[in-house]
């Protein structure tokens, strides 16, 4: 009968080492793996905030040119009015450089495609925060330019004195919230820039709106504030 075969002697030693290195190579592996994920994200996040950056720059750019026409509209029409020269909304079209209402064309696509994506779970609360309320500002001045094209088109012909006073009330109200937006509009460019360590787009000048849109300046070149020039 033949002898059992002796049992190999285990080396602790050569084992532990061998466990340590498998240990670590998968450690390893999943740092590398956080890492790549890490760098995606930091990636995406930059890509969201340029996409926000872009996007309300250019919002701000038209809310400044119409905004300005808008808060000039508003002083000319109360002034033609105390002056007995407006009387219904039809007169309003008498003014000089009237143009109509001229509503604001504000994009929301960065806003809308990082909530769809969950990508605005990438940005701090703060961040987010601001952000959110400078997008509802934006839908109240939609749900605004709504109301007063309404209103325009049902009482345009109305010879009802009080339309004027009613369409001035309307006005302020939408100037208000033009003046609420642009103060967010800056606030939001700052933070993002800050977040990423650029600098802000240059600042819009805090009378910007109580500039008349159709004034030359001492120099005699055209206003800095561009009028509409579109007619939606």
């Not at 002056?83 to 064309?105: C, H, K, M, T, Y």
């Not at 701090?124 to 934006?138: C, I, N």
Request: aromatic content about 8%.
């Amino acid at each position: 009968m033949p002898e059992p075969t002796a049992l190999r002697r285990i080396d602790w030693g050569v084992l532990g080492v061998e466990a340590f290195a498998i240990f670590l190579s998968v450690l390893l592996g999943f740092g590398v793996t956080e890492w790549r994920d890490a760098r995606a994200e930091a990636g995406r996040r930059a890509d969201l905030l340029e996409a926000f950056a872009q996007e309300i720059a250019a919002n701000r750019d038209g809310l400044v040119g119409k905004g300005s026409y808008h808060h000039w509209l508003v002083r000319e029409v109360g002034a033609e009015a105390e002056a007995g020269r407006v009387r219904v909304l039809s007169d309003v079209f008498q003014i000089e450089n009237v143009s109509g209402f001229n509503p604001l064309s504000l994009s929301g696509t960065a806003w809308q495609t990082a909530t769809a994506t969950g990508d605005i779970a990438l940005l701090d609360f703060d961040t987010a925060s601001l952000l959110w309320r400078l997008y509802d500002a934006q839908r109240q001045i939609d749900d605004e330019q709504d109301r007063m094209r309404a209103i325009a088109l049902d009482q345009f012909n109305s010879t009802d004195p009080g339309q004027v006073t009613r369409f001035l009330t309307l006005m302020r109200e939408f100037t208000s919230l033009e003046r609420e937006l642009l103060f967010l509009t800056t606030e939001a460019l700052q933070s993002i820039a800050d977040d990423r360590g650029l600098e802000p787009p240059l600042a819009i000048p805090a009378d910007v709106f109580e500039r008349d849109p159709f004034a030359a300046t001492s120099s005699g070149s055209p206003s800095p504030v561009a009028p509409p020039d579109d007619r939606e």
